[in-house]
C-alpha cells in the first residue's frame, strides 16, 4: 500500500483524499501516485547509504519505471540523479529542469542522434553499450570536445526473475561482457581525444528479491576496477544498476530498501579496503522500488460475467493497454474494492481489451461486487504507465500527484482527438 492509503468511515483515502473524490474529479481509469511514498522510499536508500556508507552513494531513479515532467519534478526536490535510456526521457528530464550533470544516459542501440543530443545537453555519464557506440562516438569528437563516458558491463551473474528482465548474463544484448572486451573498450574510448573515461555500471535484472546476486556483483565490479586501475585507468564512479523487489502481493517477500542497502555497503567498504582504492563513488538506480509502491489504479467495474461453474469475470474499465504486465509476464496484483473489505468470492479482474490475455489478475479474493463499484489495483506506478499503450484506440488514463490533502494533475487523459492527432 502506499504510505498514506487508509480506510475511513468506510472510505478510501490516499494522500488525506478520498478516492471518490478524485474520481468524481478525474474519472477512471485514474493512476494515482502518492508523493509522501515516494519520498519516504527514497529516503530511505539515502539514509541507509548514509549509515552503512562512509563514501559518496547516489540514487539516479530509473526514469524507464515512470518518466513523465511531474514526476521527475518531484525526484528533483528530493535531490535524485537520474537514469535515461532515450532521447524522448532525456527531454522529458530536461523539461522537469534535470540537472543535466546527473544524467546517465543507457541504451544497448543509442542513435547517433541520441547520443549528440546527449552531448549538447552536457549529461553527466553516457553509458556506452558496445563498440557500434564507439564508433559512433568517435564520429562525435570530431565535433565535441568533452564527452564523459561509463561502459556497462554484463558480469555473467544470474538473478532470479522472469526471464525477460534477467539482463546480467553473460550472452546478453546488454553490456560488454566482463573481461577481454571490457577492457578493450576502455582503452578504444580512452584513446578518443574528447571522451573522459569516468567509470563502470552493471544492472542485473529487475524484481530482485535478495541482496545474494548484488554482493556478488560488487565483489566482480571491484575485481574489474581493480584491473582497470592495474592498466593504468582511474574510475571515479561505479553504478551497480537498479532492480530491487517490491511486494506485489502477500505473497512476496523481498528484502527492505535498508537490507540491500546495508548488504552492498558493507561489501563495498571490505572491497575499498582489499583494493586500497579511494575517491570512488557509488550508485544506485532503482525504478521499480521507488515508483512501485508509490502508483495506484483506480478502475470502475462495468460489466461483471457468471458462466455456471466457473469464476466469474470482473471487467474494468481498463486494462492491458494502461498496465501491460500480465500479459507480458503472468505479473500478480493486489487489488480491493473501494468500499467494501470482506472478503467473499473468487474472480478474475478483466480489462475491456480485445484479447482473451487482457488480464489484471487471474484470481482473487473479493466482497461481492456490483457493476459501478470502484476496484483499487496496488503498486501499480512502476512499469504501467510508462509501458502503456493506444491498443483498440483507448486514450491513456490520466495521473494525478497527491499530497496532504491536495491533487495536482501530472498527466491528462487522453482525448479522441489525441488519439488521431497523428494520423495523415
Ligand atoms: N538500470 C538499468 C540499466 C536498467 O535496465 C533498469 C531496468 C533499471 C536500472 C531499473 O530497474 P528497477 O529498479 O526498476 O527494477 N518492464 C519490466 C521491467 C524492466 C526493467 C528494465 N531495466 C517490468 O515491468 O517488470
Known amino acids: 500500500y502506499p504510505q498514506t492509503f487508509e480506510r475511513r468511515d468506510g472510505l478510501c483515502y490516499i494522500g488525506g483524499i478520498s478516492i471518490k473524490d478524485l474520481v468524481q474529479k478525474y474519472y477512471t481509469p485514474l493512476y494515482i501516485v502518492c508523493a509522501q511514498t515516494v519520498k519516504s522510499r527514497v529516503e530511505s536508500f539515502k539514509e541507509s547509504f548514509k549509515k552503512y556508507l562512509p563514501f559518496e552513494s547516489r540514487i539516479a531513479f530509473a526514469g524507464k519505471s515512470l518518466c513523465v515532467t511531474g514526476f521527475l519534478k518531484k525526484l528533483k526536490e528530493l535531490d535524485t540523479w537520474l537514469d535515461v535510456v532515450s532521447g524522448g526521457e532525456l527531454y522529458t528530464a530536461i523539461k522537469a529542469g534535470f540537472d543535466m550533470k546527473r544524467i546517465y544516459f543507457h541504451g544497448n542501440n543509442k542513435s547517433f542522434e541520441e547520443l549528440e543530443f546527449a552531448i549538447k545537453s552536457n549529461v553527466g555519464y553516457i553509458v556506452v553499450d558496445g563498440f557500434s557506440e564507439i564508433e559512433k562516438i568517435r564520429e562525435l569528437s570530431k565535433k565535441y570536445n568533452y564527452i ?7 558480469p555473467g551473474i544470474e538473478a532470479h526473475t522472469h526471464e525477460f528482465i534477467k539482463t546480467g548474463k553473460i550472452d546478453s544484448k546488454f553490456g560488454f561482457p566482463i573481461g577481454e572486451d571490457a577492457i578493450k573498450a576502455v582503452k578504444e ?8 573515461f569516468k567509470g563502470i555500471h552493471a544492472h542485473i535484472g529487475s524484481q530482485i528479491f535478495d541482496s545474494k546476486p548484488y554482493v556478488e556483483l560488487v565483489n566482480v565490479m571491484f575485481d574489474f576496477a581493480n584491473k582497470l586501475n592495474n592498466e593504468g585507468f582511474t574510475l571515479e564512479n561505479i553504478n551497480f544498476g537498479g532492480g530491487f523487489g517490491i511486494a506485489y502481493t502477500e505473497e512476496d517477500y523481498p528484502l527492505s530498501i535498508e537490507e540491500f542497502v546495508k548488504d552492498i555497503s558493507l561489501e563495498i567498504v571490505k572491497n575499498m579496503k582489499k583494493y586500497s582504492m579511494k575517491d570512488l563513488a557509488f550508485t544506485v538506480e532503482p525504478g521499480r522500488s521507488i515508483a512501485g509502491p508509490s502508483g495506484i489504479t483506480v478502475y470502475r467495474v462495468g460489466s461483471i460475467k457468471k458462466i455456471n461453474g466457473f469464476v466469474p469475470y470482473v471487467a474494468v474499465d481498463g486494462g492491458m493497454a494502461d498496465n501491460p504486465r500480465y500479459a507480458l509476464y503472468k505479473a500478480k496484483y493486489h487489488a480491493e474494492l473501494d468500499e467494501k473489505t470482506e472478503i467473499f468470492q473468487e474472480v478474475k ?4 481489451f480485445c484479447e482473451s490475455g487482457d488480464m ?3 484470481k482473487i479474493m473479493l466482497p461481492e461486487v456490483n457493476v459501478g463499484d470502484l476496484l483499487l489495483v496496488f503498486a501499480t506506478g512502476a512499469y504501467n504507465y510508462s509501458m502503456a499503450s493506444n491498443y483498440n484506440r483507448f486514450g491513456r488514463p490520466a495521473m494525478v500527484m497527491v499530497e496532504d490533502g491536495k491533487d495536482t494533475l501530472i498527466v491528462r487523459r487522453e482525448t479522441y482527438e489525441d488519439i488521431v492527432s497523428h494520423d495523415m
Open 148 to 154: 564523459p563516458c561509463m561502459i556497462r558491463i554484463s
Open 189 to 196: 574510448l580512452s584513446s578518443i581525444d574528447s571522451v573522459k
Open 349 to 352: 479482474i478483466v480489462g475491456r
Open 360 to 362: 489484471l489478475i487471474e
